[in-house]
């Protein structure tokens, strides 16, 4: 079964310099969730979008931002990278027509350094 | 995660159950996920049970939930190797899809 896709799965920058990650939820998924996961740390919510509009909003620095396209796949951008921001970063989505089963992604790793 | 709190550490011996307990704090909570985590990799949802349920069994595994007293429990029945990993439960916050992950218990599974 197709699952969440993720890109980057591995990426390195150095401070104060841009990243963006792409995600590409499951087919017919219509909400994608990012998650901030920090070494040991359980997973932080972010941001969510439900048909391409922004649905909640958690713990995302001004210095982010993401949004969702017309083809469902959601791009999170972060500028200004700050080493705290080495993490893994957890894409997922959900058919919110159908419950609530929110599936990850593999994640991507970001390392500043 | 603040309002969802686990036991750090969990180790059984193979073919034995192991039971991995979850307390958390919304009422609100609409759904309790548990999500299994290896070394370096994603979440992969294992299962979930609707505020309105106390058991679920799925194969292997079996949520219990006491609403009451706002405690949730994964049993995985005879534990291998393969089921060592990181167990995080999650609740749905105020209902929304917004997820407040536990701090995680760590299955360690020896012969």
């Known amino acids: 079964a197709a699952g969440v896709i993720q890109s980057p799965r591995h990426l390195i920058k150095e401070k104060r310099e841009t990243a963006t990650l792409k995600c590409y939820p499951i087919?017919?998924?219509?909400?994608v969730y990012w998650y901030q996961q920090g070494p040991g740390q359980d997973p932080q919510f972010l941001i969510s979008f439900y048909e391409k509009m922004q649905s909640d909003k958690g713990s995302i620095p001004d210095r982010f931002s993401a949004q969702q396209f017309s083809d469902y796949h959601s791009e999170l951008n972060m500028s200004s990278l700050e080493l705290g921001d080495s993490a893994l970063y957890f894409c997922a989505s959900s058919p919110r027509t159908a419950g609530n089963t929110i599936y990850f992604g593999e994640g991507s790793w970001l390392t500043v350094v | 995660g603040e309002d969802v709190e686990q036991s750090l550490f969990l180790s059984v011996r193979e073919g034995d159950s192991s039971v991995i307990n979850c307390t958390y704090t919304?009422?609100?909570?609409?759904?309790l996920y548990w999500y299994k985590q290896e070394p370096g990799a994603g979440l992969q949802l294992l299962t979930y049970i609707f505020s309105n349920m106390d058991m679920k069994q799925d194969q292997r595994l079996t949520v219990l939930l006491n609403k009451k007293d706002k405690h949730l429990s994964l049993r995985i029945a005879d534990t291998q190797t393969g089921d060592s990993a990181i167990y995080f439960c999650?609740?749905?916050?105020?209902?929304?899809?917004?997820?407040?992950f536990g701090t995680g218990t760590r299955l360690q599974v020896f012969p």
């Open positions: 087919p017919r998924h219509d909400t």
């Open positions: 999650a609740e749905s916050f105020r209902g929304t899809d917004k997820l407040i």
């Open positions: 919304d009422s609100s909570s609409t759904y």
